[in-house]
């Protein structure tokens, strides 16, 4: 049979072509055709890839998702519950305070999720107002203003009525502006404490004068990174480096050494059981990295060391002949 010409080759539909593009990208998908064949196949240019790629990607998401509302619709969930809109995207390109704005322009109602590095956190907006807020240990305005201050990491967010209680009483602008005033202020202390990744321990001539600064000390028992008590503490990102600043010029609190760093680090990173890996927080990871860090050793190596000896039975015991 003869080759037919581009002139002669009979040309696809839109829907064919359509068509066509998503079984290629559903190939890829499964490994059974590399991203470059794929393009050479579509004739497409090296830019016109993206553009390939992200439109495959917006109808493979949409498909997914009206796949799962129908499964829960059938199995007797409400059509209302899963009516709502989603945005989702990374901070880094969608920013909370850009979103937060749009909804307190056209009073829109909606629930953010927001995740950084493992750390995650809730907003609630209710007609265009923010309302609570909850990331760690922090609720409200305090946990809002962590929230507002991350540059990374992936916002996911559903237009849907909630019935939660009103928590922060500022309107969504107040909020904003004081979001990012504590923003800067923080990255100014933080750098002149000298960064998340350094290591403090109590002195041992430590003297507290208030609450607020013994509970953090509490924290510095053993040595801590920075970061860590930072993600741990309840008194809110601004308050908990005011704090730690005051505890360092008066002496309560001194830098660690690393052996003892590493060691602290490993007690409170050792496992109870395989499961704990799935449970991992920041503040444990951040111990991790410090470990290999101070000790050299690749985490992924060490980790794997760890859940091999607990997923491994012991050998049977020999029985000697007499």
């Known amino acids: 049979m003869k080759n037919l010409s581009p002139q002669t080759r009979p040309r696809r539909s839109p829907a064919d072509e359509d ?33 390939w790629l992200q439109s495959c990607r917006r109808t493979a998401l949409l498909a997914f998702d009206e796949q799962l509302r129908q499964r829960l619709m059938v199995r007797g969930a409400p059509a209302e519950a899963l009516s709502g809109a989603l945005f989702s995207g990374s901070l880094s390109e969608l920013a909370m305070a850009d979103l937060l704005q749009l909804f307190e322009l056209t009073g829109k109602s909606a629930v953010l999720m927001v995740t950084n590095e493992g750390a995650r956190g809730q907003l609630w907006c209710s007609a265009g107002t923010v309302i609570d807020a909850v990331c760690g240990p922090l609720s409200g305005e305090l946990a809002a203003y962590r929230l507002l201050g991350w540059e990374r990491g992936t916002l996911l967010a559903e237009l849907q009525e909630s019935q939660r209680p009103q928590v922060i009483a500022c309107s969504t602008q107040q909020l904003l502006l004081e979001a990012a005033r504590r923003k800067d202020e923080c990255a100014r202390l933080l750098g002149a404490l000298g960064g998340e990744q350094r290591a403090l321990q109590v002195s041992s001539e430590a003297t507290t004068a208030s609450e607020p600064e013994r509970a953090l000390s509490g924290y510095f028992a053993a040595p801590r990174l920075l970061g860590e008590v930072l993600e741990l503490s309840p008194l809110g990102d601004l308050e908990t480096l005011q704090a730690l600043q005051q505890l360092l010029a008066r002496g309560a609190l001194v830098d660690a050494p690393a052996a003892e760093l590493a060691a602290a680090a490993l007690v409170r990173a050792t496992p109870e059981g395989p499961s704990w890996l799935d449970h991992r927080s920041g503040p444990s990871r951040r111990a991790l990295n410090a470990v290999s860090h101070l000790l050299s050793l690749p985490a992924a190596a060490w980790l794997g060391n760890k859940v091999s000896s607990a997923l491994t039975p012991p050998p049977p015991a020999r029985h000697q002949s007499k």
């Open 19 to 51: 068509a066509r593009k998503l079984v290629l990208f559903n190939r890829v998908l499964a490994g059974k055709l590399r991203l470059e064949g794929a393009r050479r196949q579509l004739g497409l240019s090296r830019s016109a890839l993206s553009e």
